[in-house]
């Protein structure tokens, strides 16, 4: 992972993103709403530019930073996103409509693991994006994988959880179960006979599965 004045040295030569998006990233500060930080996200972005997904399917939406931004940056995509904090999905419903996004962002509220058969309209995706409860990723990759196109690629956040995945223990009794779930599931998707897997230890770390078959 890298320095923290590297981190700050990108973020302050990263283009402004527009009034709106900064606002929402403003927000989330201050009410200590966890979003993409800077670094991740522009990586994130990058790499969907370079796949150029059609329909991409994000599970945690949080306040619709993650999701308004991949609209913005694949401006022939539609988004799929799902959140199951009411608050947060009011609020990510707000700033979407203040982006005049709704028509490619398609909001869903309620718990992944509840609303995956209200998704049988959408379709196919090509890209999946796995933001959400960390202790619930090798469950969310099980069930939305089987929603992927044979094109399709998994980004997973947060996989390296500040570090902690590299420590044989952790002090912490709260956090050593997430930890053991994340190393667990980074371990499953470098070695899954259907996807090659790479970690990038950028943010708080982002996992790319790509589908061997089209390799």
Known sequence: MMEEKVIHYIENIIPARGQAVEMIEAYAKEHEVPIMDLVGMESLLQQLRLFQPRRVLEIGTAIGYSAIRMALALPEATIVTIERDEVRYQEAKK?????????????????????????????????????????????????????????????SDNVLFRGLVAEKEVDNKRLRGMVKKLQKYNATLMNHPDYQTSILPVGDGLAISIKKAHI
């Open 95 to 155: 700033n979407i409509g203040k982006l005049e996004l709704e028509d490619r962002i398609h909001l869903y509220y309620g718990d992944a693991l509840d609303v995956y058969n209200q998704l049988g309209n959408e379709g196919e995706f090509d890209a999946l994006f796995i933001d959400a409860a960390k202790g619930q990723y090798q469950r969310f990759f099980d069930l939305y994988s089987q929603m992927l196109g044979e094109r399709g690629v998994i980004f």
